[in-house]
DNA sequence: CAAATTCGTATCGTGCCGATACTAATGCGG
DNA sequence: CCGCATTAGTATCGGCACGATACGAATTTG
């Protein structure tokens, strides 16, 4: 008796593949005028949005798949076209801690290719986008374990996260207090909630 | 007054881009053994599930949002490792058709990484699943009709699609008789049939 | 049958990327 | 306080993806 496999989930994934090149072409458009090649966007992207945890070059290397190595070499290009800042981490020296200049807030800010995604998901109701997210979340979340990838995500559904007051969280795996803004960045140590689907 | 804008879209976004990254590393990590790149092993895979109007080397320079020239050595280094046959067109002499050896159809057998997402998925109820299939059709659409750029897709959805009995297709647009599987292939031609959304 | 168009290839330069080897800082066990 | 292992990052080199350009060949147009 032959096992009966369910297509769907590869249909899904070969949109997920489809629209990943769609953006990946999109992000070569956008660089070719500042001869920027995708990763660096990506780069940049990935910078603008770390948290405090994880804006290092060995946590970009985990996001992007690369290796340290050739992420220092992506990094130290963008650092000679004045696009970031690198500088050292004031109690562990060996870390380099890294954030966007003001040119690189500029050239990000007006080539977003999010803009064409927003264009793109103007017709989907939010309920739609919204079970789309979470089962989507929830590919990711498990791809990463089976991985044993680094796992990032945001503070919204993060186990450790903890809500201090109206506007004060805190991290309780680091121990630190965070603003609301500080929640909704990407973050390398990331834990997923188990959530309760209906 | 500002204008509000929905933030949910751009969750989406970051996971689909996340997911994008993930599948890429996956990629890179199957290719390694072997050494290809993941543009080897993406171009294995649209060949294999290309039909018979999209696989040639333009369609997949298309797919893959690079130019002809470079998709040109791609499969230059494809069918000098003995992955791909490339052969004339019996009708329009410049066209090349490219399929897959049976070295190419072996390897991508056992480096599938589709595995590792019909695992990530397993746990996502079917309904969820087409959902967000649906949902991320949607802004495929969109944003290849934005991008002014090659429409891909299966037939299952696409306006020129005919269904002449239990298992014998036809597609409009260019006359021809499609067998059943034929219309679970992907192609450059299609037209994404406007659907009744709920 | 020219002229224009389309499909594909050849060639060259830039620089991504991994592999390897290296330095420097931290942590660990005596 | 001193080796030893570990971790963060950099330097260097080779292979080759990728775009730009130029080209050849087949098709189409008139």
Redesign the pocket.
């Known amino acids: 008796m032959e096992e009966r496999l369910d297509k769907n989930p590869l249909v899904l994934l070969e949109l997920v593949e489809r629209l990943g090149n769609l953006m990946r072409t999109e992000l ?1 458009k956008s660089g ?1 005028d500042e ?1 920027l ?1 995708p ?2 966007l990506q780069a940049l992207i990935y910078i603008s949005k770390a948290n405090r945890y994880s804006n ?4 970009l290397a985990d996001y992007l ?6 992420v ?6 963008l650092d000679r076209r004045g696009l970031i800042e ?1 500088f050292e981490d004031d ?6 801690r890294l954030r966007l200049s003001s040119a690189g807030e500029r050239l990000l800010a007006e080539t977003q290719p999010s803009l064409a995604w927003q264009n793109a998901t103007r017709n989907i109701s939010p309920n739609r986008i919204r079970n789309a997210t979470s089962a989507l979340r929830e590919a990711l979340i498990t791809l990463q374990e089976d991985n044993e990838s680094a796992t990032f995500g945001a503070c919204q559904t993060c186990t450790w996260c903890q809500k201090l007051s109206q506007r004060i969280y805190r991290c309780g795996r680091m121990g630190d207090r965070l603003s609301g803004p500080e929640t909704r960045k990407i973050c390398r140590i990331y834990q997923a909630k188990v959530e309760e689907v209906a």
């Not at 290092?56 to 946590?59: E, K, M, N, S, V």
């Not at 109690?91 to 380099?96: G, T």
């Open positions: 070569r070719s001869s090649q990763v660096h290092t070059p060995q946590a798949g690369l290796t340290k190595g050739t220092s070499q992506t990094l130290l290009l690198r109690i562990d020296r060996r870390v380099v």
